[in-house]
């Protein structure tokens, strides 16, 4: 029995290579994960499975263009005239049609990629969570968890928001920055405890920061 728990113990160490910068913070991430999610907060999946369907379809349309009758390089004089003339020449789009075959396929590609990058940028950024309201809490807006760890930096920066920065019920933003020695011993391995009692802190200063319910 005593051999047993040893090994189940070492199964549940959580250890990484120090000298991985995306190992860490990978690691680092799914914890804050568990740890915000253990606290009654459920994860709102919408935006990844935006991002999921869009990213279907744009394999959809690469491989419906790529597999088209005229392949490169024979179209390429008429594929540099599609893309160079789209933007200024719209109202001919039927005539360009005709003359590249696979104008609308590309197009549908540029924008839907387009569409994938504006929401990285505008709505993702640095998120690695996303979470609905907490059940029985006065606030209506989940959570945004974020994360940095530049590159050849041991700082590692944990930030809470409201996922709707502007409703009267949103709470302030707060964040830490410690460095990552202070969470994982020389071996890697991650000292969990104190890793939750850090995120944990960070959470209950969040709530502090929510407009209380009017008694």
Known sequence: MEEKKVESTKKDVKKVNLLDHNSIKHMLDESVSDIVTSRGYKEDVRLSNMKLI??????????????????????????????????????????????????????TYVVLNGVMQLIMYTKEKNAILFTYPLEG????????????????????????????????????????????????T??????EGLFWKDVEALIKDYAKEEPKKKK
Do not use: H
């Open 54 to 107: 869009l990213g279907t379809v744009i394999i959809a349309v690469a491989l419906v263009a790529q597999f088209y009758n005229k392949k490169f390089p024979e179209n390429r004089d008429f594929l540099i005239g599609c893309i160079a003339l789209y933007p200024f020449f719209l109202n001919i789009k039927s005539v360009m049609n005709k003359m590249c075959g696979f104008f609308d396929y590309m197009v």
């Open 186 to 191: 020389k071996e890697g391995v991650l000292v």
């Open 137 to 184: 809490s006065f606030t209506s807006t989940g959570l945004v968890v974020s994360s940095k760890l530049p590159r050849f930096s041991d700082e590692y920066t944990l930030t809470i928001d409201s996922a709707d920065p502007n409703s009267i019920s949103a709470g302030k933003s707060v964040q830490f920055t410690k460095s990552v020695t202070q969470w994982f």
